[in-house]
């Protein structure tokens, strides 16, 4: 079982910066096998893929994030987080902590808003 909370969301101008992060609890498991990602939903779309960090700490970014945004983890925390830099508009999101193993778990989600 597995338990995702996210914090950090809110608003921010174009061209700042936030950091999300995802919080983990585990049972019945280590943490280090999961694969850790960020997902997004904006309203009226589909969720999308943001970012993946996988046990090994390979990454992986969407084309929309690449440059702007980093993921990292914390093993011995149990924390996952998302650096986003020069934010545009176009973030504007419900921001969604995920991991997998077998299967996929989801947390609540946390709004980012990107307006001037």
């Known amino acids: 079982q597995v338990q995702l909370v996210e914090s950090g969301g809110g608003s921010v101008q174009p061209g700042g910066s936030l950091r999300l992060s995802c919080a983990a609890s585990?049972?019945?498991?280590?943490?280090?096998?999961?694969?850790m990602s960020w997902y997004r939903q904006a309203p009226g779309k589909e969720r999308e893929s943001v970012a993946v960090?996988?046990?090994?700490?390979?990454?992986n970014y969407g084309d929309s994030v690449k440059g702007r945004f980093t993921i990292s983890r914390d093993n011995a925390k149990n924390m996952v987080y998302l650096q986003m830099n020069s934010l545009k508009v176009e973030d504007t999101a419900v921001y969604y902590c995920?991991?997998?193993?077998?299967?996929?778990?989801w947390g609540q989600g946390t709004q980012v808003t990107v307006s001037s």
């Open positions: 585990v049972s019945g498991g280590s943490f280090s096998m999961y694969a």
């Open positions: 995920s991991a997998f193993r077998f299967t996929r778990h």
């Open positions: 960090i996988y046990r090994t700490g390979t990454t």
